[in-house]
């Protein structure tokens, strides 16, 4: 899968080697093509000098081609333009930016991208938010048997009852990040844009959830 990366500081060359070393194809935009230095010898993916949220310089990397997009250089506003005009413009549908003030983090969960607050970041957690099948565990049982993971869910799960994705996919959700807050899946709560969905699951039986999820729900 081809993806485009935007600000190659430590976030961005990292995610971007993690990538390119996952056999993927690597798309990085900086407006400093010194920052490419930051990629090494072994980085054979495209360098793109320009600014991030340009149109111009978006499609000199691939955005048409994209599967996902990450915004992660070190601005919060040009990250958010940049993921929404990857978004709202070319249609990319995994999209994340990365965000410094966690308050206005939780504004753009309202817009439907989600964010990874400075503080919070990994490498994992980034990933997770762009690969299909991303989900990383955040706990494991001392079995080693159920996993508790925050598996991304494909759009058009959107509007459908939390109840649908535990009778779909025979998980059960432990709990729903939403606008930045944890919170318990009542019966009638519908899935809205920008929640994460925390899955508890048999640990063999995370690969088949999560294809289930990153595709579209049943029909009732």
Excluded at 66 to 80: L, P, R, T
Aim: hydrophobic letters at 40%; a neutral charge.
């Amino acid at each position: 899968m081809h993806f485009v990366i935007m600000g190659c500081g430590r976030v961005g060359s990292t995610l971007a080697r993690t990538l390119g070393r996952s056999g993927h194809d690597v798309a990085v935009i900086d407006s400093d093509a010194s920052a490419f230095r930051r990629l090494g010898t072994s980085f054979d993916g495209q360098t793109v000098t320009g600014i991030g949220f340009d149109r111009r310089t978006l499609v000199a990397a691939g955005i048409k081609e994209a599967y996902a997009f990450a915004a992660v250089s070190s601005g919060d506003n040009s990250n958010i333009l940049a993921a929404r005009v990857a978004r709202e413009t070319f249609g990319v549908e995994h999209v994340a930016a990365r965000i410094y003030d966690p308050q206005r983090a939780m504004v753009y969960q309202r817009l439907g991208i989600p964010t990874v607050a400075t503080v919070r970041w990994t490498a994992d957690q980034m990933i997770q938010r762009l690969l299909p099948q991303g989900a990383v565990p955040e706990l494991t049982d001392p079995s080693g048997k159920i996993v508790i993971a925050e598996v991304p869910m494909a759009e058009p799960w959107i509007g459908r009852r939390m109840t649908d994705i535990e009778e779909q996919t025979g998980s059960r959700i432990a709990y729903v990040t939403r606008l930045g807050e944890g919170t318990l899946p009542r019966a009638d709560m519908m899935i809205q844009q920008g929640d994460l969905v925390h899955l508890a699951v048999p640990r063999d039986d995370l690969a088949r959830v999560e294809r289930l999820c990153d595709q579209p729900p049943a029909a009732h």
